[in-house]
């Protein structure tokens, strides 16, 4: 499981690497860094977005891109991770970003790449 002392990618508005910072950090700070966005639709078009525990709804799977990973290899780590879902190959969409976000006290800024996929969902991971 990721904790807040874990690694994240520091970069520019121009999604420029400028470091490694801790997640902690980036959040206490408003430091812009990467997210990988999956999502996962069906045969009829339907999107599956996750109903977190705060009553917000989310995207399909979602997470920090580790140092040395890549966006797309952060979006299928985490969808395998989240949704159970492997072997499949994701379309990048969009990237984007959210700059400034207020939520929990923190300020979260993200620069990032939005994929999808036609797939089922798999073992969801309860704990996400």
């Known amino acids: 499981m990721k904790t807040s002392e874990d690694k994240v990618i520091w970069v520019d508005d121009q999604d420029n690497v400028l470091g490694e910072v801790t997640r902690a950090e980036a959040h206490q700070k408003g430091l812009i860094h990467r997210t990988a966005v999956v999502f996962l639709t069906n045969d009829k078009g339907q ?4 109903l977190r525990d705060d009553g917000r709804l989310d995207h ?9 990973e890549s966006y797309l290899q952060a979006a299928k780590r985490e969808l395998q991770e989240e949704l159970g879902v492997d072997k499949v190959k994701l379309k990048e969409i969009a990237h984007t970003q959210a700059i400034g976000e207020k939520y929990k006290g923190e300020i979260r800024s993200h620069t990032f790449k939005i994929f ?3 797939a089922e969902p798999g073992i ?3 704990w996400v």
């Open 47 to 50: 999107i599956l977005i996750q």
């Open 60 to 68: 399909s799977s979602a997470g920090h891109v580790d140092p040395g």
């Open 116 to 118: 999808s996929v036609k």
């Open 124 to 126: 969801l991971n309860k």
